[in-house]
C-alpha cells in the first residue's frame, strides 16, 4: 500500500473539514490495511465525526488506495 498516496488524499479533503472548524492529521497505516487519522478541532467532538470519517474519509481514500480496508479515528 501507499502511505504516499493515502497522505495526498487527505491532504486534498482537509480544506473541506476546515471549512466547518476541523482539522484531520494522518497517523499510521497498519499492515492489515487499517488507516488511522486523528480527527481535530470541531471533528474531534462532533457527533457527525464517525459520519464523516466513513462516508467522506474513508470513501475518497479507498477510491485512490483500493486496498485500504478501513479508516479509524484514534484519540
Known amino acids: 500500500m501507499d502511505e504516499e498516496k493515502i497522505k495526498q488524499v487527505i491532504e486534498k479533503i482537509r480544506p473541506q473539514l476546515q471549512m466547518d472548524g476541523g482539522d484531520i492529521q494522518f497517523v499510521s497505516l497498519e499492515d492489515d490495511g487499517t488507516v488511522k487519522v486523528r480527527l481535530m478541532g470541531h471533528c474531534a467532538g ?7 470519517l466513513t462516508y467522506g ?9 483500493p486496498d485500504v480496508k478501513q479508516v479509524v479515528n484514534v484519540a
Open 57 to 65: 474519509v474513508e470513501r475518497a481514500i479507498k477510491q485512490f488506495v
Open 46 to 52: 462532533c457527533m457527525h465525526a464517525q459520519q464523516t
